[in-house]
Nanobody, 125 residues
């Protein structure tokens, strides 16, 4: 079993930055792809960014491309999401996810077996 705990959320003004972290414990974290999803108020959960198990391949939603960067440190069992130029539309609960069998990042929720509890990001305009 894998446990994921997100941190780093908070309130930030539009144009600002935040860095989210997702710490994993339990079974080996570095073997499979990881991703960030988000769910805004009144919206369905959506894919934000994904990263391969060794970090050489990344995938981004069009809405965050060029502003967000996903990375991972397998020695620390942690995946990060650097968010720059934040906009009010980025307000959401952000979830970390890890696959149980995929090595490359995919954008569908079904590709990920383990999920964190989420961290709130609020961008004020």
């Amino acid at each position: 079993q894998v446990q994921l705990v997100e941190s780093g959320g908070g309130l930030v003004q539009a144009g600002g930055s935040l860095r989210l972290s997702c710490a994993a414990s339990g079974r080996t974290f570095g073997s499979y792809a990881a991703a960030w999803f988000r769910q805004g108020p009144g919206k369905e959960r959506e894919f934000v960014a994904g990263i391969s198990w060794i970090g050489d391949s990344t995938l981004y939603a069009d809405s965050v491309k060029g502003r967000f960067t996903i990375s991972r440190d397998n020695a620390k069992n942690t995946v990060y999401l650097q968010m720059n130029s934040l906009q009010s539309e980025d307000t959401a609960v952000y979830y970390c996810a890890r696959s149980s069998h995929n090595l490359i990042p995919l954008s569908t929720e079904e590709s990920y077996a383990y999920w964190g509890q989420g961290t709130q990001v609020t961008v004020s305009s």
